[in-house]
Structure formats: structure tokens, C-alpha cells
């Protein structure tokens, strides 16, 4: 058996000049030759590694690099055939603006949650919070359905739709769109550090919560399990696991309040309540168990998750 190595160079020359053979049958007359086109694609691959790279950093870990440099290097090309110098735009200015846009284009294909399916999880959020402290505890999906007005069905349709595709990342727990997401320039050090402390403490929340939610919420959102195979293993219906899923995301939310932002963090109508214990017994478990040095720790300079959260003892 032969093996041959290839550079990245030469894979990303190889994929940008395949894309530039298709795309010639359909586009028109291009101010530049296509040896001219050639060379400047691989003068300016460079870009499309450096915008990926800086748009990787902004956006979940579950988006894989090569998905976003071969739209950009699909943009690069047609960036070349459309691009006329005689206009007198900087080639690496109009190519930066076509590769951006390629890539952004892609982000939204990926996106496959549509503003719809977001804008009802926001509502089932704010509906399950305001049942929750009202009636002190969480509520099942027969109530919160009622609340919001459709059926138990539709609730965990939306509910799968939404989650599967924003919590995964363990970026943070966001309804954000494709858009959303890559709208805001790149983070200042302080920025960065910000959001290193926040998925720190997310880290520990989620190593905090009792044994059965930190197993709902490992299998489904970070090994990606379905609700019955769960289910099964725990012993318990599919329902059951919705509800314990909504109950460890708002213990999640309230307990990363308690220590990023107090002044969200819902006070509960009964102190000496057993919910209400169990909470501030969880939030105390949060604050116990996390320092500055161990938060930064799970996450390398760019933000990105660098260990997995630990699974609890069978």
C-alpha cells in the first residue's frame, strides 16, 4: 500500500480551483484571465483561513472548520471572476466582504432552528420561570402547555427543534440565531475573559446538579441521545425525562444568575421551603466548588471548551 502527503496548501488550491472550473460554464465574461484568476485565488487563500479563524472563534464548537473554509473558499472564487480592478476596490477588500458573506450564508444553512421555532422557546422559557415561581416548584408540560396554549406535543417538538440546536455547543445556553451569533465584533481581552468565566461556571453548574439531571442533560445535549434510549436507562417514561431536562436547564439558568448576575436570579416566595432549600443548597454547591483559576482552566485563550464535563459514577 502507497500513502501520499498532501499540505493543507495544496488541498485548499485543489478545492478552490475545482470550485473555479465549475462556476465557469455559468458565470459571464470575467475582467481577469483565468490564469490571472488562478493566481490570485492563491495569493488570498490566506484570507479565507484567517476570517474562518476569526469567525470560528465567535460561534459554537460544534461547527466544523471545514464546512465554513470551503464556503469561503467558494466565495474566494467568486470573488476572482467577479471582481474588476478597473473599479478601483482593493481585491483583498472586495474578496474579505464575498468570503464573509459565503460564510455567514453557510452559518445560516446549518441554522436549521428558523426564527419561529426560537421565538416560541423564548416564550416557553419566560412561561415555565414565572409557573415555577408561582407555584414553587417546576411545573409538568401538562401545565406549561396549557399556560402557553397548545399541546404537550407541539411543547416537546419545540423544544427538541430549539435545544438540539443551541445547547450543544456548552457555549452557553442561547435561543440566538446564526445572525445573532456573528453579529458582534470580535471580543476585547476583557470580553474574552468574560466569556471564559461564563463557560467556566457553566462547567461547574452542570458538575453540581443532582446525579439524574447531570446525566439528562450529558447524554442529550453533549452525547447527543435520544430522549427513549434515556429514558430506558433510567428507568423512567419519556415524559419524565422532559420534565427532568426542563428542570436541570432552569436550575442551570438560575444557578449561573446567582453568581454572574444576582440581580436575575429569582427570589423564592418561601425561603423554608424544600424546593427553595434545594435550590440554595445547589447554588451554594456552584459557589463552592469553583475558583477564578479553575473556571479559565476549561477553556483555552480563545474560549473554546478544553475538557469535557464529568459524567457521574454509575
Known amino acids: 500500500m502507497t500513502s501520499t502527503v498532501t499540505t493543507d496548501a495544496d488541498l485548499l488550491a485543489d478545492t478552490a480551483l475545482t470550485a473555479l472550473a465549475a462556476d465557469g460554464a455559468s458565470t459571464g465574461t ?39 473554509t470551503s464556503a469561503g473558499l467558494h466565495a474566494l472564487v467568486t470573488a476572482a471572476r467577479s471582481w474588476d480592478p478597473n473599479r478601483g476596490i482593493p481585491f483583498h477588500r472586495f474578496a474579505a466582504t464575498r468570503i ?23 416564550a416557553t422559557d419566560a412561561t415555565r420561570h414565572q409557573l415555577t415561581t408561582t ?3 417546576t411545573p409538568t408540560d401538562e401545565e406549561l402547555a396549557q399556560a402557553l396554549g397548545t399541546t404537550t406535543n407541539d411543547l416537546h417538538r419545540t423544544g427538541n427543534d430549539v435545544q438540539r440546536a443551541t445547547v450543544l455547543s456548552l457555549q452557553g445556553f442561547t435561543t440566538a440565531s446564526a445572525d445573532d451569533l456573528v453579529a458582534e465584533p470580535s ?3 476583557e470580553d474574552m475573559l468574560l466569556r ?35 429514558a430506558a436507562d433510567l428507568g423512567v417514561t419519556e ?20 453568581q454572574l448576575d444576582p440581580d436575575l436570579a429569582p427570589a423564592p416566595e418561601n425561603p423554608e421551603s424544600i424546593t427553595a432549600r434545594r435550590r440554595a443548597t445547589y447554588y451554594a ?4 466548588n469553583t475558583t477564578l483559576h479553575s473556571r479559565l482552566s476549561l477553556t483555552n485563550t480563545h474560549g473554546h471548551t478544553t475538557h469535557a464535563v464529568r459524567m457521574p459514577a454509575a
Open 285 to 288: 454547591a456552584i459557589a463552592g
Open 196 to 230: 471564559r468565566e461564563q463557560i467556566g461556571y457553566l462547567h461547574h453548574a452542570i458538575a453540581a446538579l443532582p446525579e439524574r439531571l447531570q446525566i439528562v442533560v450529558t447524554e442529550y445535549f453533549l452525547n447527543e441521545r435520544p430522549m427513549a434510549d434515556i
Open 187 to 189: 471580543p476585547g481581552p
Open 239 to 258: 415524559s419524565r425525562i422532559s420534565q427532568l431536562r426542563a428542570e436541570a436547564l432552569s436550575l442551570l439558568k438560575d444557578g449561573l444568575n446567582t
Open 100 to 122: 464573509r458573506g459565503g460564510i455567514l450564508d453557510e452559518l445560516r444553512a446549518l441554522d436549521w432552528a428558523t426564527r419561529s421555532v426560537r421565538t416560541k422557546a423564548r
Open 30 to 68: 470575467p475582467a481577469l484571465t483565468a490564469a490571472e484568476q488562478e493566481d490570485v485565488i492563491r495569493q488570498h487563500m490566506p484570507l479565507v483561513g484567517h476570517l474562518v479563524r476569526d469567525m470560528l472563534s465567535r460561534i459554537p464548537n460544534h461547527i466544523h472548520r471545514d464546512d465554513l
Open 135 to 137: 407555584l414553587g416548584r
